[in-house]
């Protein structure tokens, strides 16, 4: 039995809902927004910079605390420091019992376990343009604009805190792609691969 | 119901013998070496040359015949005769009925088709490393060497007729990792999803 599934997923793909479905048909824990409050609580940084801080590229970031801090470059930026908060609470909330949790690297920082089960769910891109429009409405930039944009972040921030590539097809025990098979499919897949 | 399953896979990770076991199980029909036989009727190159074509990549059989007939840049090559062969070989063995395809870039060629369920098996690298001395012997070369090599001309292989990366996530409805999940499971899932 997987106790621990951690869910990555392509930006419009659907898979927050999969991973909630998951939780709930397995009586699981879910964490994903409630994980960043946590994260927040233990670093004492602002929610909206966590939240933030893991779908984007930590550059900017580094930099801007660089300079207004003076830090010398060995020394810890607001980015390293919040990785290692979250961390900390992924590997805690691993300990704590059977769970779901979506994003944050999380497949990454639970890779010495061996009861985790770590899925990616991708979907072809006119069923996630159209996804991102009906949950997040329509903005100036294109549907297929925001995607990249997005799905590049969370590449860059992925690369830059585990070395990996993100949505490489051997970080995950399975991928499944939402647009072909159904969400419904998905989380059936998932829910028989954790018992 | 998908009437055509194919199967890309790394090698070792057991992904033939996982098709095998799935056409068994739905009363598909299998192809694989046979195919290579039927590619060989098609076009009267030698089998051997065909095998080979299928997994290698293509540059040196292009010179090799480039030199031997003086063929100018813009002619056909061997291997661009044998790829166009096959595709006409798989569209019809498509055609013909329900079927498991290993290997031989059949997700590409059938992409059209909106029938088909592509799948992807890969495997860590201590599982396929020990699976490949068992199936094919020790040999000079490390098995981790003979991994590498296989796999990277695959996907050179790949790329040239494709114009795709081998192994892309976003290239299989789903993506399996025998090594985590067994072979078994494995093929359990692929049969579910095919009904």
Redesign the interface.
């Known amino acids: 039995m997987k106790k621990i599934i951690t869910i990555s997923r392509q930006f419009g793909s659907g898979g927050r809902s999969i991973g909630k479905e998951v939780a709930e048909k397995l009586g699981y824990d879910y964490y994903d927004s409630e994980l960043v409050t946590q994260v927040a609580e233990k670093t004492g940084l602002h929610p909206s910079y966590i939240e933030d801080a893991g779908e984007y590229a930590p550059g900017k970031s580094i930099l801007s605390y660089a300079f207004s801090s003076g830090a010398s470059p060995g020394s810890m930026n607001a980015s390293d420091y919040l990785w290692s908060a979250q961390c900390s609470v992924i590997l805690e909330l691993a300990e704590k019992g059977n769970c779901v949790i979506v994003g944050r690297c999380a497949d990454y920082i639970l890779r010495d376990r061996d009861d985790c089960l770590n899925v990616?769910i991708?979907a072809?891109k006119e069923y996630r343009a159209k996804h991102i429009v009906e949950r997040y409405g329509v903005r100036d930039k294109s549907p297929e604009k925001r995607l990249e944009e997005k799905d590049s972040k969370r590449k860059v921030n992925y690369k830059y805190f585990t070395g990996r590539v993100w949505?490489?097809?051997?970080n995950?025990?399975?991928?499944?792609?939402s647009s072909?098979?159904t969400p419904e499919?998905c989380v059936d897949?998932i829910v028989?691969?954790a018992k």
């Open positions: 990616f991708h072809n949505g490489n097809i051997e995950y025990h399975i991928s499944l792609d072909a098979l499919k897949i028989d691969l």
